[in-house]
């Protein structure tokens, strides 16, 4: 059901840049590597010309300019994809820059220009003509493909990795980054990848540390040891600095033996002591929150960080190891980080945090996200074993004539179907293909499922209603915006504004005949469609914490059953922030309940919400617990209304109103019970979805979204928690009579 393709993760801005400033800059070969301030994009190119600027997770990246001439191994056009070039026996053979030396000069001759064009590749990337398109790969990305040995012997050619490349190549440009969090499937060769950067870094800076962390010690060394090391010691000889100590190091590679990259310069003649040593290291940490704590690193390669399990804690870490990247505001480290996801109280809460606070779309004034690094999610089908064609391309769908794989073999079918047919023979076993989600995930949320155990709730239904809403595009039935008094004139009309900034997400507008329906009697407002809906609220009354926390302030808006033209139990707003002050999240709640001119539900122990309705004169606004008769009321709950949230009651009734609700509204009815077999439902606030999955009932305060929206159900269901009147046995003493024939006889 989701976005299919390619396009989905990386698009072309076309005329991004003015056609004018392009060539005269590309002439001039005046744009420089990182981040452009002026058209707001990432330069990688290291020529002075852009190409292409695309789109990747919300990043814009300037590509260099195709060049004239790219390296193709093939004439015909089918025949063009990716193929590493051997190294040749002669240069095989040398195994040291000491070699090389002892080498007659017409040899060096030979092959200067050849190793020169090397270290070119390395540096500035290499295109190649794939199926008839001359393709870029970044310098990283072709030292994997051509110099880094894996498991199979060299990694092949993938669509995937070359879009991985890119944007990891403009989070290294942009000197706001610091670094990377890639959300990743199974087996997607990210540890191979990181291994290889390790190198690839580490062979080049001088004075540098390198370091290695994973989800575990022994997984920290089995990366250093299985994948960097021989990484290391099968790279050719001019990009293989001498080592300090053993072939096959344990903890440590030690580049301080000198060792100089060869150029025309000095190719002749090379004398030990002129040559100038690397003093760069590449080690691994056992897992810790303070692993590299007082360390300077250059490159931090973190792998399996969605795993951390306790007391091991990722964004504990990240916090210290981000120091180690930084002198002062400058940053002069880069953090690859990479990982499938734990269900989420295994580790993968703290993973889905940092990931979360990675969005490129979220900076603060230092034009930083709030992690520092940017986040990059690939779909399974873009990147699945057995799937990938000899252009590196994914096979989506079963093809109609069989494609040629990058392993050789015959591709008959397509990667989604695949998928769709393993999560169809898992339906029934909600643990089982959720770790399957986990593992191979086709969108952000299926990534971070959680076991079904662990919800209150039922977590089947709620992913069901997460992957349709996900199928969607969201735009065309939310749209997010702001509420504002009209001429700015409180207590007057309320105007709804499109914002994409805009703290409200709604899925529903009432018609001009219902808004702003408010009945003013005796100095007070009362609302006047309150047979349509109502509003569920979780207030906050403190404006800032200590240390910038506290939870968010929602609000939820429901209809109900009606003859009025508007969808029937139905949720149609969803609020879920915490502007700079208590006082602007009242005025907004205010705005939005005499927009829709519906009443709301509070929760009463943080009362500064209610005071201000009251104080403003929409006291009737204020829904009474409706588990109580009126004149059981407490002297607060008669001034302000509002439920507590103390009473075991009232939470039960709480989670009882959210569970039956998700039965009835929420998923697939594959019974058609409660609307047509197999429709689907039609809870479109996937934030608030979330929520419920997570939703733990000892432990309410940190589920906002999900007290607000059960407050909502409640609020549109008084009825279901009105006390019952107990009936009076009065004695009238009517006559009786008797019916039998033609005349009433009293019974005496």
């Given amino acids: 059901m989701q976005k299919e393709g390619h396009d989905s993760i990386y698009r072309v801005l076309k005329e991004y840049i003015p056609k004018g400033v392009l060539a005269n800059k590309n002439r001039a070969k005046t744009w420089e590597y990182g981040y452009n301030d002026k058209y707001d994009f990432i330069c990688i190119s290291k020529n002075g010309k852009v190409g292409d600027v695309v789109e990747i997770s919300g990043l814009r990246i300037g590509l260099p300019l195709a060049p004239k001439k790219a390296f193709s191994r093939s004439k015909t056009k089918s025949e063009q994809y990716w193929e590493r070039q051997e190294l040749s026996k002669e240069l095989f053979k040398i195994q040291s820059i000491f070699q090389w030396n002892e080498m007659p000069s017409l040899f060096k001759s030979k ?245 979360e606070d990675s969005d490129v779309s979220k900076r603060n004034a230092n034009g930083q996200t709030k992690s520092g690094m940017y986040s990059l999610f690939i779909p399974m089908e873009m990147n699945m074993e057995g799937f990938i064609d000899i252009y590196g391309q994914p096979v989506l769908r079963a093809p109609k004539e069989k494609r040629k794989g990058v392993d050789g073999e015959w591709i008959t079918n397509g990667a989604i179907n695949y998928w769709e047919a393993e999560v169809d023979s898992l339906k029934h076993d909600a643990d089982a293909l959720n770790e399957f989600y986990r593992q191979f995930p086709r969108t952000e949320s299926h990534a971070f499922r959680d076991e079904s155990k662990s919800s209150l709730f039922n977590l089947t239904k709620i992913y069901q209603q997460i992957d349709y809403n996900d199928s969607l595009i969201m735009q065309h039935h939310l749209t997010r915006g702001k509420f504002y008094w009209e001429n700015g004139v409180k207590d007057t009309r309320v105007i709804f504004s499109p914002d994409k900034r805009g703290r409200f997400l709604i899925g529903w507008f009432p018609s001009k005949n219902l808004q702003n329906r408010v009945i003013k009697r005796n100095g007070l407002h009362y609302p006047g469609n309150e047979h349509i809906g109502a509003f569920g609220c979780d207030s906050y009354d403190i404006s800032g914490t200590v240390g910038g926390g506290g939870s968010n302030g929602a609000l939820h808006g429901m209809t109900t059953f009606s003859m009025e033209e508007a969808p029937a139990n139905e949720f149609f707003l969803q609020y879920v922030a915490r502007p700079q002050t208590a006082e602007i999240f009242f005025e907004e709640v205010l705005m939005a309940c005499v927009f829709y001119g519906m009443p709301i539900l509070v929760e009463n122990n943080k009362p500064r919400l209610l005071y201000h309705f009251k104080n403003r004169g929409y006291r009737p606004f204020s829904i009474n617990r409706p588990d109580k008769h009126k004149s059981k009321l407490s002297k607060s709950e008669k001034e302000l209304g509002g439920i507590p949230n103390s009473s075991e009651d009232v939470k039960q009734s709480h989670a009882a109103a959210i569970e039956s609700y998700i039965e009835k509204n929420v998923g697939l009815d594959l019974d058609g019970t409660f609307r047509e077999e197999n429709e689907m439902g039609n809870m479109l606030f996937t934030r608030t979805l979330e929520d419920w999955a997570k939703f733990d009932i000892n432990n309410r305060t940190k589920f906002d979204a999900s007290i607000s929206s059960g407050l909502a159900i409640m609020a549109t269901q008084k009825h279901m928690y009105q006390v019952e009147k107990k009936q009076s046995k009065i004695n009238l003493n009517f006559a009786r009579y008797t019916n039998k024939g033609t005349l009433s006889e009293l019974i005496r």
């Avoid at 800076?205 to 290695?212: E, L, M, Q």
């Avoid at 691994?284 to 300077?296: F, I, L, Q, R, V």
């Fill in 111 to 355: 092959w200067v220009d050849y190793i020169e064009k090397e270290f070119d590749r390395r540096e500035e990337g290499h295109w190649f003509y794939n199926n008839g398109t001359p393709t870029y790969i970044t310098g990283a990305h072709y030292m994997y493909l051509q110099w880094s040995t894996i498991d199979v012997g060299y990694p092949d050619y993938r669509e995937a990795n070359r879009i991985f490349y890119i944007f990891w190549e403009a989070s290294r440009a942009d000197k706001r980054s610091f670094g990377m969090v890639y959300l990743k499937i199974r087996r997607s060769g990210f540890s191979f990848m990181g291994s290889s950067e390790c190198v690839n870094t580490g062979t080049l800076a001088k004075d540098s540390r390198v370091g290695i962390l994973s989800k575990t010690g022994s997984d920290s060394k089995k990366m250093f040891t299985d994948k960097v090391v021989p990484i290391s010691n099968r790279l050719p000889f001019f990009f293989k600095p001498i080592q300090d100590g053993m072939d096959k190091p344990k903890t440590e590679l030690a580049f301080r033996i000198p060792a100089s990259k060869i150029t025309k310069k000095n190719m002749y003649e090379v004398v030990d002591n002129e040559l100038t040593g690397l003093d760069t290291t590449i080690d691994w940490k056992n897992t810790d929150d303070n692993s590299y704590d007082g360390e300077k690193l250059l490159l931090l390669v973190h792998d399996e960080s969605g795993k951390w399990i306790k007391p091991n804690n990722i964004l504990n870490n990240w916090r210290v190891t981000k120091t180690c990247l930084r002198l002062g505001s400058r940053i002069i480290g880069k953090c690859l980080m990479g990982s499938t996801s734990n269900a989420l109280d295994k580790g993968g809460n703290n993973f889905k945090k940092l990931y």
